[in-house]
């Protein structure tokens, strides 16, 4: 599995704002995973895109996968001070390809 | 399903004492992964078992650590001896073959003094 790299590295909004962070890949992917963790937490998945699709909805959040780019955003509408957490984005490429390699994530800081 | 549960979920031990975590993965799972996470190296795989079978170990720093999986519902990360360098926070995490999210536990907090 290849690592994502996600951008800004940290992020700062005032709660009631919208929030985007992005994430890049290299090679061709079979689906791409967005995860949240909060401070001194485990990992908690967030939302899973599969390459043939192009947006994805749950609740306050929304994916969007540009195959053509190698690239993926997550956005986060009307912020919350609970959103604050690190962000990582996880691509998953091949065959049984069930291991997983985090990058370093977005540190996002939503101020109330 | 309570989840992936770790215990303990603090570790505090001195240099060269023999530290164990252990991990219960979700019921029904059959992947498992060892985790650990610093401020300096982010999230590194240690290991991962499938079917109680380790696949792939590139992770596991270096002979002192070592992974087991007895039976489907426990796993244990051995490091022997510790060194304060191998403080850091422990994740184990599962996963189901068809679909490839994976579970977190809350993690271990090793701290080697």
């Known amino acids: 599995s290849q690592q994502g790299e996600e951008d800004p590295q940290a992020l700062s909004i005032q709660e009631g704002e919208n929030a985007t962070m992005n994430c890049s890949y290299k090679t061709s992917i079979n689906n791409l995973q967005w995860y949240r963790q909060n401070s001194g937490r485990g990992l908690v998945h967030l939302i899973l895109?599969?390459?043939?699709?192009r947006e994805k909805h749950s609740g306050r959040l929304r994916v969007t996968l540009d195959t053509s780019k190698k690239s993926s955003s997550l956005l986060i509408t009307a912020s919350r001070a609970a959103d604050t957490a690190s962000y990582f984005c996880v691509f998953s490429s091949g065959a049984g390809s069930y291991q997983l390699t985090f990058g370093k994530g977005t540190k996002l800081s939503v101020i109330p | 399903d309570a989840g992936v549960i770790q215990s303990p979920r603090h570790e505090v031990t001195e240099m060269g004492q023999e530290v164990t975590l252990r991990c219960k993965p979700i019921s029904g799972h059959d992947y498992l992964f060892w985790y650990r996470q610093t401020m300096m190296r982010g999230l590194e795989l240690l290991i991962y078992?499938?079917?109680?079978?380790?696949?792939?170990d590139s992770g596991m720093p270096e002979d002192r650590f070592s992974a087991k999986m007895p039976n489907a519902s426990f796993s244990t990360l051995k490091i022997q001896p510790s060194e304060p360098r191998d403080s850091a926070v422990y994740f184990c995490a599962s996963s189901l073959r068809r679909v490839n999210t994976q579970y977190f536990g809350p993690g271990t907090r090793l701290t080697v003094l």
């Open positions: 895109i599969r390459s043939n699709e």
């Open positions: 078992f499938n079917n109680n079978v380790p696949i792939d």
